[in-house]
């Protein structure tokens, strides 16, 4: 025997492939930025993503939607008399033939033709007490015996159906063998059952019973339990099915019930069923009802699988809705959902479910000192990288301006190295660069020797150290009008870009985030990310000039460079007992302590830019004073390119301190 005669191959069903790669978190954690950012906790956040799902992937809402579809097809689509409606059908062919055969039969009496004509002409209207009354009659057609035969077989049929899924087609043309199968595997059954009621059972006594009966069973249960799971969902949709008809249509089928194989005791044994079954599993509901309102008949176990199929729709609708306490997508059913709407939708969930899962397990959100999850460290630097990317993407798009964008100033190298990042000038590590190349060669199954190509990802570049170090104030406006004019998120986006750039570009510069509405507020990253929008009045220019004047006292040496975004004139200034006072049109005196603390920090030597946001005429005669006063610049950039304004001057402040103009002008 060959080893591929005894592997065997299949779907991996051990829980989440450990094969796959893995889940892309980059739209995910974007996303969840952007709403941290705008105000929202990063649960929020993260729950709005699952909700909304990607570009390319359905979201919950959107599955939501879909499952809620489903079930009203369900419901429109069909009718629950289909069985009555094909008992019917073969009564009236039986009596039609019987007929036509006591009208061609010249051999006959005249009276007892006459008495079966009347008999068949006098038929009750109800189908069941028609066929009823036909129970003992002597059929003279073999047609129509045939016919009304196969009645109590399709309600035979039917009513296992109902209880075990597949019974109606694996009892087509049973014979009366078949039949003493069955009826052995419901008395066993109900012996099982039974017994496990008053706990008497063993698990050898249900390992005898699949041994014997397992065929009947195709969900394949490993235990009692399951089995009973398994019929006890069926049993109560069947329930469900009788609830939602009409009490004529209960009471007919009720009735017919009685001719399944032309046997009551069948009937006996699926009671004592529904009874232990009801016992077993009373949570279940045994009760309920649906309206349907189609076209399409359904038979007693077609039926009893729509019901089913309602159920686990409604069951996938409270999972998708997420709104129990401790609900998580790995709750989510998703061989349930890919019945339902196709492995599509599973795809999807999954997908969802595993980056719920990273976000959460893989570092992406942590808890802060207040219990309450936050962005971590890992995400913050993630993000920062994307905004920077687009940032520089936005640099480089000017028209007339040196391509400055990460390249940093050029200055000794550090004798390390990273990969190379679009925009990069500095020079080339060749060693790391080709041995890149020759191992991403060999693990490709190539030859290096034969054939070596380099790709961007073997690129790596010399470090080099800044000959000046910069102390940077970023001086962020966080009154009321900047999140009523949907500056908040461009603010927050441009601080997180800055921060990055310095601490992955610029090590040896120092970056100080300050906060002022009605007070000024030095922050982490973080703490300004998560920041909500404030309500109160006042923008504290003053208040945040004087913690910038802090910040440089502490590093005397580095070049000091002070940016400040606001979109409106300073309304509060801070007091010597350290309130805050405001007033709204500006006070002289608020004018006069801003004016004077910025012309302290342009006598220290800072080189400083305003970025104007908005078209306020008071905010841009103020900030064109204040620039003439201390030299400074003054940029008006739309809010979407804050970042790349406010990063572009950072670089173009660093480079002025680190090369001569004749440099620059280069």
Known sequence: ?????????????????????????????????????????????????????????DGLDN????????????????????????????????????????ARDAMMDNTDRAIREMQLQNLPPSTAAAVNELASYDWQSGTAREAYERIRDLLGREVLDQRFAGMK???????????????DMLRDLNGLLGRHRRGEDTAADFQEFMAKHGQHFPENPQSVEELVDALAKRSAAAQRLLQSMSPEQREELMRLSAQAFGSAGLMDQLNELDGNLQALRPGEDWNGSETFDGQEGLGLGDGTGVLQDLAELDGLSEQLSQSYNGSRLDDLDLDALS?????????????????????????????????????????????????????????????????????????????????????????WDV????????????????????????????????????????????????????????????????ALALHHLVSTRFRGDRL???????????????????????????????????????????????????LVVTDGEPTAHLLP??????????????????????????????????????????????????????????????VGGLGAAVVGEYLRAHVRSSYSDTDWAL
């Open 1 to 57: 025997m060959t080893l591929h005669d005894r592997s065997r191959y299949g779907r991996y069903a051990g829980g989440p492939d450990p094969l796959a790669p893995p889940v892309d978190l980059a739209e995910a954690l974007d996303a969840v930025a952007e709403d941290v950012m705008d105000g929202y906790s990063p649960r929020h956040a993260l729950q709005e993503f699952l909700r909304r799902g990607g570009r390319n992937r």
């Open 63 to 102: 599955l939501a939607r879909r499952v809620q579809e489903r079930r009203k097809d369900l419901l429109s689509r069909h009718r629950l008399d289909g069985t009555l409606d094909a008992v019917r059908k073969l009564l009236d062919t039986a009596v039609l033939e019987e007929r036509k055969q006591l």
């Open 169 to 183: 087609q694996a009892l087509e043309n049973a014979t009366d063998e078949d039949r003493k199968t069955v009826s």
């Open 339 to 427: 019945r339902q709407l196709g492995p599509d939708a599973a795809v999807s969930a999954r997908t969802l479910a595993e980056i719920e899962r990273a976000m959460e397990d893989g570092g992406y959100l942590r808890r802060g000192p207040d219990g309450d999850l936050r962005l971590s460290p890992q995400a913050m630097r993630r993000l920062g990288k994307s905004l920077l990317q687009d940032t520089a993407r936005q640099l480089s798009g000017r028209q007339g301006q040196r391509d400055t964008r990460l390249a940093g100033a050029a200055g000794e190298q550090t004798g390390s190295s990273r990969p190379w990042e679009f925009g990069d000038a500095e020079p």
């Open 431 to 494: 060693t790391r660069t080709m041995t890149n190349a020759i191992q991403r060669t060999m693990s490709d199954g190539g030859n290096p020797a034969r054939e070596l190509r380099l790709t961007p990802e073997d690129i790596e570049v010399a470090e080099t150290e800044a000959r000046t170090q910069a102390a940077v104030v970023l001086l962020v406006d966080v009154s009321f009008s900047m999140a009523a004019e949907g500056r908040w998120v461009p603010m927050k986006r441009t």
């Open 512 to 562: 100080q985030l300050v906060t002022f509405g009605r007070y000024a507020q030095s922050m982490d990253i973080g703490e300004l990310t998560s920041l909500p929008a404030l309500r109160e009045q006042g923008t504290n220019l003053h208040h945040g000039l004087l913690l910038a004047a802090r910040f440089f006292r502490r590093h005397p040496s580095m070049q000091h460079v002070l």
């Open 577 to 638: 007992d350290g309130d805050s006072w405001f007033n709204w049109p500006p006070d002289t005196e608020t004018i006069r302590v801003t004016v004077a603390e910025l012309d302290r920090l342009g006598r220290s030597g800072v080189q400083a830019t305003f970025f104007r946001l908005g078209d306020d005429p008071g905010l841009e005669r103020f900030v064109q004073r204040m620039a003439r006063r201390i030299e400074a610049r003054v940029v008006a950039p739309d």
